[in-house]
C-alpha cells in the first residue's frame, strides 16, 4: 500500500501515474471485494480524481478524462463511496464534455466524505 503511494510521487510524468493507477485497478479487479482497505481505495480514488481535476483546471482535457475515467473505475471497488448519487452525474457531464463541472462535483464528493 505504501509502496504504491511512494511510486505514484516519484513516477516523473502523468503517463507514468495513469500507468500506475490502470495497474492497481487492474489488480483490484482480481482481488475479493474486502482484500485491500477501504481507506487505501478512498486515497487511491481521490488523488486520482484530483490530478484530473488539476489537469482540467489547465485545461489539458485529454489528461483530466483519463484520470478521472480511472477514478472512477476505481470507485467499483471503494464500497464506502461508490454508492453517491454523485457518481451518475459526474459520468453524465464526463459524457457531455464538461470536465470542470465534473471536477467540482468529484471535489466536493470526496470533500464530504471525509467529514
Not at 472512477?72 to 457531455?96: D, T, Y
Request: hydrophobic share 40%; proline share 3%.
Amino acid at each position: 500500500m505504501q509502496t504504491l503511494r511512494t511510486l505514484l510521487e516519484l513516477s516523473p510524468t502523468d503517463g507514468d501515474k495513469i500507468k500506475l493507477y490502470q495497474q492497481a485497478k487492474e489488480l483490484l479487479a482480481g482481488l475479493p471485494g474486502s482484500a485491500y482497505p477501504d481507506r487505501e481505495l478512498q486515497w487511491l480514488v481521490s488523488t486520482c480524481w484530483n490530478r484530473g481535476a488539476h489537469q482540467a483546471k489547465f485545461l489539458r482535457c485529454k489528461a483530466a478524462e483519463r484520470y478521472m475515467r480511472l477514478a472512477l473505475g476505481l470507485l467499483e471497488h471503494c464500497h464506502s463511496l461508490s454508492g453517491r448519487k454523485q457518481v451518475g452525474v459526474i459520468m453524465f457531464l464526463l459524457q457531455a464534455g464538461q470536465l470542470r463541472a465534473a471536477a467540482l462535483i468529484g471535489m466536493q464528493t470526496c470533500f464530504e466524505s471525509r467529514q
